[in-house]
């Protein structure tokens, strides 16, 4: 794979993403991802994984670049796909810790968000900038991490908010300078391992199933209304203004 790599540390997978400069994400880097956790719910030898990324920013989002040559006809298909690598986070049978070392945005959101464990470095943050390119996304998953006043806010303004912030609403676990991200994910997925493997996977099960057995239904009801948008020229018209630089004109 190009941009998504799975190594071993004992029984702990380190999923690490890298796709310079910024880690946005396109369609190669959705399914790589998807792919390897699928994968791993296929190792009985690995109880727990970190989910982490190198560069600046943790994941910056879809890839602006790829969207602008999207096929109004093929924006659902895409949503799928988006929505099924997602939801391979939140479904891996071992539980996972992210290492959010800068920026988590839009989709970056949304994998960090289908987390069980949140771990920090001082300079993350955290939104969904989706409102700014004439997208609906990602809210259903920014609701497992913050109260729905927070929620509204991020999503009609598009701002995102500190680590520090996340951590007043019990988002984040652990706040760490960044020289310390991994080691302090790797600690929080080492906790794990004291504990039955079998065991680990049941609970997952349950409290997914607890929580909220809708999740990947209430994100493709998201996509529903980018489609709406797509129709009306709005998704068009707000992605060229953004990659422009310049205020959109919904006139």
Same mark, same amino acid.
């Given at each position: 794979?190009?941009?998504?790599?799975?190594?071993?540390?004992?029984?702990?997978?380190?999923?690490?993403?890298?796709?310079?400069?910024?880690?946005?994400?396109?369609?190669?880097?959705?399914?790589?991802?998807?792919?390897?956790?699928?994968?791993?719910?296929?190792?009985?030898?690995?109880?727990? %994984? $970190?989910?982490?990324? &190198? @560069? #600046?920013?943790?994941? *910056? !989002?879809?890839?602006?670049?790829?969207?602008?040559?999207?096929?109004?006809?093929d924006?659902?298909?895409?949503?799928?796909?988006?929505?099924?690598?997602?939801?391979?986070?939140?479904?891996?049978?071992?539980? %996972? $810790?992210?290492?959010? &070392? @800068? #920026?988590?945005?839009? *989709? !970056?959101?949304?994998?960090?968000?289908c987390?069980?464990?949140?771990v920090?470095?001082?300079?993350?943050?955290?939104?969904?900038?989706?409102i700014?390119?004439?997208i609906?996304?990602?809210?259903?998953?920014?609701?497992?991490?913050?109260? &729905? @006043?927070?929620?509204?806010?991020?999503?009609?303004?598009?701002?995102?908010?500190?680590?520090?912030?996340?951590?007043?609403?019990?988002?984040?676990?652990?706040?760490?300078?960044?020289?310390?991200?991994?080691?302090?994910?790797?600690?929080?997925?080492?906790?794990?391992?004291? &504990?039955?493997?079998?065991?680990?996977?049941?609970?997952?099960?349950?409290?997914?199933?607890?929580?909220?057995?809708?999740?990947?239904?209430?994100?493709?009801?998201?996509?529903?209304?980018?489609?709406?948008?797509?129709?009306?020229?709005?998704?068009?018209?707000?992605?060229?203004?953004?990659?422009e630089?310049?205020?959109?004109?919904?006139?």
């Amino acid at each position: 794979m190009d941009f998504v790599k799975l190594s071993r540390q004992g029984n702990i997978g380190v999923v690490s993403v890298e796709r310079p400069p910024i880690n946005a994400i396109d369609s190669q880097l959705y399914r790589e991802m998807q792919a390897t956790f699928e994968g791993i719910n296929r190792e009985d030898a690995v109880h727990a %994984v $970190v989910l982490k990324s &190198q @560069g #600046p920013m943790f994941m *910056a !989002g879809n890839d602006l670049q790829e969207l602008t040559s999207l096929e109004p006809g093929d924006a659902l298909a895409y949503a799928q796909m988006v929505n099924d690598s997602v939801a391979s986070v939140y479904e891996c049978r071992a539980p %996972v $810790v992210g290492a959010v &070392q @800068g #920026p988590a945005l839009g *989709a !970056g959101l949304a994998y960090a968000a289908c987390c069980d464990v949140l771990v920090a470095a001082q300079e993350a943050s955290f939104g969904i900038p989706e409102i700014r390119v004439g997208i609906v996304g990602a809210g259903c998953h920014l609701a497992r991490l913050v109260p &729905q @006043g927070v929620l509204r806010y991020m999503a009609y303004t598009g701002k995102a908010i500190s680590a520090r912030h996340m951590q007043r609403y019990g988002a984040v676990h652990k706040i760490v300078p960044a020289a310390e991200l991994q080691e302090a994910a790797l600690g929080v997925a080492a906790e794990f391992l004291e &504990q039955s493997p079998l065991a680990l996977r049941f609970w997952k099960e349950a409290l997914n199933l607890g929580e909220d057995i809708r999740l990947k239904e209430k994100y493709a009801t998201e996509s529903l209304y980018t489609k709406r948008l797509v129709a009306a020229g709005h998704f068009q018209e707000a992605l060229a203004a953004f990659l422009e630089k310049r205020k959109p004109n919904f006139d």
